[in-house]
């Protein structure tokens, strides 16, 4: 079974509003990353957080890890046409990644 | 400049045929990934190399393999290709396991 699952499966917003995309887990990890896929390209990685942090910044994404939950969540502000894309997050489990199923963000412009 | 290449981006083949997918990685990262994606976007690993250990998802089967001239890369065998292998594969390769992957561009694979 998927090890990370996100939520919403897809999202629709206009240019400039924020985006936010959750991620929930089933068991313990050592890091949760989120990797964007723009249609037809490979995936890009975003951010890496690890267990015993709670919060990270890149820019305009920030990315929350809250281990009591299993769950995280991604962040994009002011939001541009550029970010249309599936986002994953992926969490290690045993000695592999697994990659949740994503959400499909389109902003509109 | 690209970092991890894969070669053909696109493969159209018939069903029972052998094909191969090559990768390479230029960041001199120690781990390689094959991972296949199918038309609802899910990821799945196939193996993962480095070069001291092959690890291989229970769920792949056997006509896929996986081999590695040197450390910047790893090709992927498929041997009596199926209806159901048509997917996209992507190679990815990492400094060490669970690091940060970087992934090619794909190989959207068609069987018919």
């Known amino acids: 079974s998927q090890q990370g699952e996100e939520d919403p499966q897809a999202l629709s917003i206009q240019e400039g509003e924020n985006a936010t995309m959750n991620c929930s887990y089933k068991?313990?990890?050592?890091?949760l990353q989120w990797y964007r896929q723009n249609s037809g390209r490979g995936l890009v990685h975003l951010i890496l957080?690890?267990?015993?942090?709670r919060e990270k910044h890149s820019g305009r994404l920030r990315v929350t890890l809250d281990t009591s939950k299993k769950s995280s969540s991604l962040l994009i502000t002011a939001s541009r046409a550029a970010d249309t894309a599936s986002y994953f997050c992926?969490?290690?489990?045993?000695?592999?990644?697994?990659f949740g199923a994503g959400t499909i963000l389109r902003v509109k412009s | 400049d690209t970092a991890v290449s894969q070669t053909p981006k696109y493969l159209v083949t018939q069903m029972g045929n052998d094909k191969s997918i090559k990768c390479e990685q230029n960041?001199?990262?120690?781990?390689m990934y094959w991972y296949k994606q199918d038309s609802k976007k899910f990821l799945k690993i196939m193996f993962s190399?480095?070069?001291?250990?092959?690890?291989i998802n229970k769920t792949v089967p056997n006509r896929f393999s996986p081999k590695s001239p040197d450390k910047a890369h790893l090709n992927l065998h498929i041997n009596s290709l199926e209806l159901g292998d048509s997917a996209v594969y992507f190679c990815?390769?990492?400094?060490?396991?669970?690091?940060?992957?970087?992934f090619g561009p794909g190989t959207r694979l068609t069987v018919t």
């Open positions: 990815a390769s990492s400094p060490t396991d669970f690091y940060e992957q970087y």
């Open positions: 068991t313990s990890i050592n890091n």
């Open positions: 957080i690890r267990s015993n942090e």
């Open positions: 992926a969490t290690d489990k045993g000695n592999k990644l697994v």
């Open positions: 960041l001199g990262h120690d781990t």
């Open positions: 190399y480095n070069n001291k250990e092959l690890i």
